[in-house]
């Protein structure tokens, strides 16, 4: 149960505790007072005064005042502040002179050492006074007895002492004057004030707490709970009010060893549950810092993460292709399907070599869809789509004001996007160099800084990259880094280009057909499965084998979408089986597609190239890059490989 919320409005209390004439004192001014404060003189002192004050409950004062011996044992004793009057410069000198009057000689009692100014003060003035103190009202009456006995003839001390010495047949003089019993008072007002807001805000901060879902304790320096909120004194098992002041670990010795030492995360387990325990600092003015200690249960973290990353994964950013999505039956094929399945187990960073057209974003997306990282972003840029300065921002995001026009707020940059997914960089050959560096610390850190930032981003990202360009010969022109070059080609997948597997020609050549049909309302009726759209090309199968193909994949489906538009108004004939088919001949093909009939060219020495002599020409290629990056030094070159210099001569050779 927390404290029972009060009326900020109402008059601060304030309680006047003395036992001697400083009473008198404070009933003289207590009028001054009345409208701003409800106040109490308290005709008690030390023990019988902590009673009083603890027995009233609710309606304890916010500030008590006292002097003396009588203030400085509530002031150990009582939750409240306590005020202490204490006696003005101008107090003890007219005290003083009003001691001597009778030429008597004349003591200083004080409670605690006599202050050092006053020492200097009287000094200053070449007063002869003899100094004492006390501790205790116990040690008081043998302090006066021990003066009287030395010849002191007036005393000036405190109420108590004041007394004692009049009972001692001595003259005694008041040390404190009005003027300094209303200065306490002033300090009391102001302290209850103080005290007050102090409550309204721990209130509210309290309220505050109650309402978060997690569970937060406040602790102190040394440990001790100062707030406590009912969800965490629930999952405890204890008592949030009876909590505070008491040591964490001594309510809760489970923790012991599983919070966080320092500011971060740690996790714990209580009662069977699992959470996570964030450590932080709690502000302070001018005393010790204390922590503040979040306890979130892992299920709630894990269905926030779950419902955050279904929010933020726009279909923009999701992959739509998978492994089955890659069509063809060629070996060629079946090694690339066999690598992107391999690979997906892996988050080290992959290159995709393949001519335009071939489908390096669509084995991108099915390694993506494979692999751990499938229920988050896919996101893909193409290097060569935007101006520097451009892609610089998409990339890396920019802070407000990082330049004229940039977004309010700010933006995150595609890679902060791809945090836990995949970014996919498509023809990074055409990256500016200046970029390339800072991709390259990407890689190296996982931290990406955003455009006007000077605070790094921590991202968790699998990069896959892909060109249709040698990168070898572009770090030979000074075009790509070499260092990026050899972080990015960790794991590497060729694609052969359309030429090189004319069995896959006509499998895909279907499901393209198929594709293009359901997109076609007229067409879907007359080609409802494989086997149709195969009678269909059945006739062209020749003409399409004999073509090169340099467009590859993407060419085949550009020539296939306008059969299918030429298939949606062109008759039908009624087949052996009595069933409507669509006819398609080659001379309706020459019509649509002329290039396919053009005078056909031998293939190429480096179309017919084939796996085992493509693998070479990759060997060669890094060796030729390395030797670039070691400035021509053979040696090094065979060293960083790994191979003799007999071996670094034949590769060389056997791929020219």
């Known amino acids: 149960m927390s404290t029972p919320p009060f009326d900020p409005a109402q008059r601060p209390r304030i309680w006047a505790v003395s036992i001697s004439r400083l009473r008198d004192l404070f009933f003289d001014i207590a009028g001054e007072y009345v409208e701003r404060a409800d106040l109490r003189i308290v005709s008690h002192g030390f023990e019988d005064a902590v009673h009083e004050i603890d027995a009233v409950g609710a309606g304890r004062p916010d500030v008590v005042i006292a002097g003396g011996s009588n203030g400085a044992y509530l002031k150990t004793r009582v939750s409240v502040p306590v005020v202490l009057i204490g006696p003005t410069g101008f107090d003890v000198m007219h005290a003083l002179a009003?001691?001597?009057?009778?030429?008597?000689?004349?003591?200083?009692?004080?409670?605690?050492?006599?202050?050092?100014?006053?020492?200097?003060?009287?000094?200053?003035?070449d007063i002869d006074v003899t100094f004492a103190s006390y501790q205790s009202a116990q040690d008081a009456e043998s302090v006066v007895l021990d003066l009287r006995d030395r010849g002191i003839g007036a005393v000036v001390g405190p109420g108590l002492i004041a007394d004692l010495a009049a009972n001692a047949g001595m003259g005694a003089v008041f040390l404190y004057s009005r003027a300094s019993v209303r200065a306490a008072f002033d300090t009391a007002l102001e302290v209850a004030q103080a005290t007050r807001r102090e409550t309204v805000r721990r209130q509210r901060l309290d309220n505050l707490l109650q309402h978060l879902r997690d569970g937060v304790v406040a602790l102190d320096a040394q440990g001790r709970v100062e707030a406590m909120n009912q969800r965490l004194a629930g999952v405890l098992g204890i008592d949030a009010v009876q909590a505070v002041g008491r040591a964490l670990l001594d309510l809760a010795p489970d923790l012991a060893g599983s919070l966080p030492d320092s500011d971060g995360d740690s996790f714990c387990t209580v009662r069977g549950?699992?959470?996570?325990?964030?450590?932080?600092?709690?502000?302070?003015?001018?005393?010790?810092?204390?922590?503040?200690l979040t306890f979130q249960e892992s299920r709630a973290v894990e269905r926030l993460d779950r419902t955050l990353r279904s929010r933020q994964r726009v279909q923009q950013f999701s992959a739509r292709y998978r492994l089955g999505d890659i069509v063809g039956v060629s070996a060629s094929m079946e090694r690339v399907r066999t690598l992107v399945q391999r690979y997906a187990r892996?988050?080290?960073?992959?290159?995709?070599?393949?001519?335009?057209?071939?489908?390096?974003?669509?084995?991108?997306?099915?390694?993506?869809?494979?692999?751990?990282?499938?229920?988050?972003a896919f996101v893909a840029i193409n290097c060569g789509a935007f101006p520097e300065a451009l892609l610089e921002s998409e990339l890396f995001g920019y802070e407000e004001g990082a330049f004229t026009g940039a977004r309010k707020g700010g933006k995150a940059g595609l890679i902060e996007v791809a945090h836990r997914g995949t970014l996919f960089l498509d023809e990074i050959a055409?990256?500016?160099?200046?970029?390339?560096?800072?991709?390259?610390?990407?890689?190296?850190?996982?931290?990406v800084v955003r455009l006007g930032s000077t605070e790094p981003t921590r991202v968790d990202i699998r990069v896959v990259a892909a060109t249709h360009r040698a990168l070898t010969e572009g770090i030979e022109a000074g075009s790509f880094r070499a260092d990026l070059y050899y972080r990015l080609n960790i794991l590497s997948?060729?694609?052969?280009?359309?030429r090189e597997r004319p069995t896959d020609l006509l499998p895909l050549a279907v499901e393209l057909l198929l594709q293009a049909a359901s997109r076609e309302p007229r067409l879907a009726t007359r080609l409802p499965d494989a086997d149709a759209a195969a009678r269909v090309l059945n006739d062209l199968s020749e003409p399409l084998k004999r073509y090169m193909w340099p467009g590859n994949v993407r060419e085949l489906q550009n020539v296939i979408e306008r059969i299918a538009v030429e298939l949606?108004?062109?008759?039908?004939?009624?087949?052996?089986?009595?069933?409507t088919e669509t006819v398609f001949t080659r001379e309706v093909l020459r019509t649509v597609a002329p290039e396919i009939f053009e005078q056909p060219q031998a293939r190429s020495k480096k179309a017919a190239l084939t796996l085992r002599e493509r693998s070479r020409h990759v060997e060669a290629d890094e060796i030729r890059a390395?030797?670039?990056?070691?400035?021509?030094?053979?040696d090094a070159v065979c060293e960083a490989l790994g191979i003799s210099k007999t071996t670094l001569w034949r590769k060389l050779n056997a791929a020219q």
Not at 98 to 124: C, N, Q, S, W, Y
Not at 433 to 438: E, F, G, K, T
């Open 98 to 125: 009003r001691a001597r009057r009778d030429g008597a000689k004349v003591a200083l009692v004080t409670h605690g050492d006599t202050p050092d100014e006053v020492r200097r003060f009287i000094a200053a003035y």
């Open 626 to 634: 390395t030797l670039a990056a070691c400035d021509g030094d053979r």
């Open 430 to 447: 055409e990256m500016p160099l200046s970029l390339q560096s800072r991709l390259l610390r990407v890689l190296q850190e996982r931290e």
């Open 493 to 498: 997948i060729a694609l052969p280009p359309l």
């Open 568 to 579: 949606a108004d062109a008759d039908t004939d009624t087949g052996s089986n009595g069933a």
């Open 346 to 376: 892996s988050d080290a960073t992959v290159l995709i070599l393949g001519e335009s057209g071939t489908g390096k974003e669509m084995v991108a997306q099915s390694m993506h869809q494979l692999s751990a990282r499938r229920d988050f």
């Open 273 to 292: 549950a699992s959470y996570v325990v964030q450590r932080g600092p709690l502000a302070s003015n001018g005393t010790a810092p204390g922590t503040v």
